[in-house]
């Protein structure tokens, strides 16, 4: 077994704000942490240098069979980096591609996978890539779709919503935790105290307490007002947003919440996404 933690989700669905709880829980802050700095705890899988300390060429020239050469040992190095646990973002499907696992199981300790309403997930997604929403959840149902590579990041492979989270969550596995989106805004006491159970680490009130208000979306807003957050595509005009759930409700016309239904209504079921009267 490895000391890889990875934090799973397709984006949009709260990775960021939970390393923001993780790392304000485990260092046991008494302020505010600063989010330009999370990386000090925290990586990603799809980080560029990951890739290019082993083979020096631009990420932008990397091929889907060198990237998948390349993977299971930028995934070695970062277990590397730290005698701990290593907190690792990924936007990645669990699926192979160029017959190489997108995460390798060697040197994986355990997962923590969010799932958000697709519904939700299409407008923050538009926001963060300035796109129209119809667009959007077009791109949430094209299967194996891919991010595209820029000099900082390989590309990601999030697939579809619908296959990504069956992906993560069809499984079970004891050393498996899954959240919802949902959950972290009404029930935060809960669910991020079931989180903190899952990875083991001393249970605390009063520490919970403060994690969960120090990295709230309020406090990120405003760190992120007074600061920037390197996170921030140049189309958005902030990266953390509302923090909340159901803002489809007003903002979807029900054409467009059939599409979304029609596609992913299988995982929507599981997860109690699908509205009454859809």
Same mark, same amino acid.
């Given at each position: 077994? /490895? ?6 989700? %397709? =984006?949009? &669905?709260?990775?960021?704000?939970? *390393? ?9 802050? +008494? ?21 290019? #300390? ?5 990420? !932008? ?9 390349? *993977?299971? +040992? ?7 980096? !730290? ?49 129209? @929403? ?12 891919? &991010? ?6 390989? =590309? ?30 009404? #029930? ?18 009063? *520490? ?34 509302? /923090?909340? &759930? ?9 054409? +467009? @919440?059939?599409?979304?239904? #029609? @596609?992913? *209504? ?8 699908? =509205?009454?009267? %859809?």
């Amino acid at each position: 077994m /490895g000391n890889i933690l990875w934090l799973a989700s %397709y =984006p949009k &669905s709260g990775n960021t704000w939970l *390393r923001a709880f993780l790392v304000t829980y485990m260092t046991d802050a +008494q302020e505010p942490v600063d989010i330009n700095k999370m990386s000090a705890l925290t990586t990603g899988d799809s980080i560029a240098r990951w890739f290019t #300390e082993i083979d020096p060429r631009p990420a !932008t020239e990397f091929s889907q069979a060198d990237l998948a050469r390349l *993977r299971p +040992q930028a995934h070695a190095r970062i277990a590397e980096c !730290t005698a701990d646990s290593a907190l690792v973002k990924t936007h990645n499907a669990l699926v192979q591609v160029a017959g190489v696992p997108m995460i390798t199981r060697a040197v994986t300790a355990g997962v923590i996978y969010l799932v958000r309403n697709p519904l939700d997930v299409v407008l923050s997604y538009a926001d963060h890539l300035g796109q129209k @929403v119809d667009d959007v959840i077009a791109l949430l149902a094209e299967h194996g779709f891919e &991010s595209p590579a820029t000099d900082k990041n390989v =590309p990601e492979h999030h697939s579809d919503w619908s296959s990504h989270v069956a992906s993560w969550t069809e499984v079970t596995h004891p050393a498996l935790h899954i959240a919802r989106y949902e959950d972290m805004v009404s #029930e935060p006491l809960a669910t991020f105290g079931a989180i903190v159970g899952f990875l083991g680490l001393p249970p605390d009130q009063d *520490r919970l307490s403060r994690a969960i208000e120090f990295s709230s979306f309020k406090v990120l807003r405003d760190l992120e007002d007074q600061t920037g957050f390197v996170e921030r595509t140049p189309v958005q005009k902030n990266f953390f947003r509302a /923090g909340k &759930s159901g803002g489809w409700r007003k903002q979807l016309s029900a054409a +467009q @919440v059939r599409r979304v239904i #029609e @596609v992913h *209504r299988e995982q929507m079921e599981r997860f109690d996404y699908v =509205p009454k009267g %859809y």
